[in-house]
T-cell receptor, first 113, second 116 residues
Framework: GDSVTQMEGPVTLSEEAFLTINCTYT??????LFWYVQYPGEGLQLLLK?????DKGSNKGFEATYRKETTSFHLEKGSVQVSDSAVYFC????????????FGRGTSLIVHP | SAVISQKPSRDICQRGTSLTIQCQVD?????MFWYRQQPGQSLTLIAT?????????ESGFVIDKFPISRPNLTFSTLTVSNMSPEDSSIYLC?????????????FGDGTRLSIL
């Protein structure tokens, strides 16, 4: 079946540091890939997505590129802020009528001033 | 996009009691979903709530423990029955606005439930 593997957290960084959160996947067919973010006390929000190979999703300074050859969708940000402290979930879903994504375990990011 | 209101936002309950969580969406949607998120864990799908039919439960979840109602296209409830401390979790409602896997889900803010 489909699966998503994320790097374990917590990831602890100082403000303005470079962020990478690794995500790899296995899926039948050609999935769409997503990053969701969960701020403390809130539900999940879509951060960015990519629907086909070599697409780059971006939002709020975060980027991720759909790499079919390495089955990866790593999340990056050049300069993190304290307000980026949250849990980040990588997810995939397959086209053709399936509504239900497969989520990774989530990676907690803590950014210190 | 969709605005999803989930109530209550948190509760502390006694073991053996039941709690009903409400999920209201600002637009009509075909499918709504209920997830459980245990502390420090990822999301686990409990069931898919379809309007006009019984909910579809995932392995490990049963209707007697988690009855779901879906009376119309904008509203659903999840009841956590006969609660025990193991039911302490965040319960999340979500919807999908379009009928293919390329679209993201939209989530409510969750209900943080603690069982004493």
């Amino acid at each position: 079946g489909d699966s998503v593997t994320q790097m374990e957290g917590p990831v602890t960084l100082s403000e303005e540091a470079f962020l990478t959160i690794n995500c790899t996947y296995t899926a039948t067919g050609y999935p769409s890939l997503f990053w969701y973010v969960q701020y403390p006390g809130e539900g999940l929000q879509l951060l960015l997505k990519a629907t086909k190979a070599d697409d780059k999703g971006s939002n709020k300074g975060f980027e991720a590129t759909y790499r079919k050859e390495t089955t990866s969708f790593h999340l990056e940000k050049g300069s993190v802020q304290v307000s980026d402290s949250a849990v980040y979930f990588c997810a995939l879903s397959t086209s053709g009528g399936s509504y239900i994504p497969t989520f990774g375990r989530g990676t907690s990011l803590i950014v210190h001033p | 996009s969709a605005v999803i209101s989930q109530k209550p936002s948190r509760d502390i309950c006694q073991r053996g009691t039941s709690l009903t969580i409400q999920c209201q969406v600002d637009s009509q949607v075909t499918m709504m979903f209920w997830y459980r998120q245990q502390p420090g864990q990822s999301l686990t799908l409990i069931a898919t709530a379809n309007q006009g039919s019984e909910a579809t439960y995932e392995s490990g979840f049963v209707i007697d423990k988690f009855p779901i109602s879906r009376p119309n296209l904008t509203f659903s409830t999840l009841t956590v029955s006969n609660m025990s401390p193991e039911d302490s979790s965040i319960y999340l409602c979500s919807v999908a606005l379009q009928g293919d896997g390329n679209q993201p889900q939209h989530f409510g803010d969750g209900t943080r439930l603690s069982i004493l």
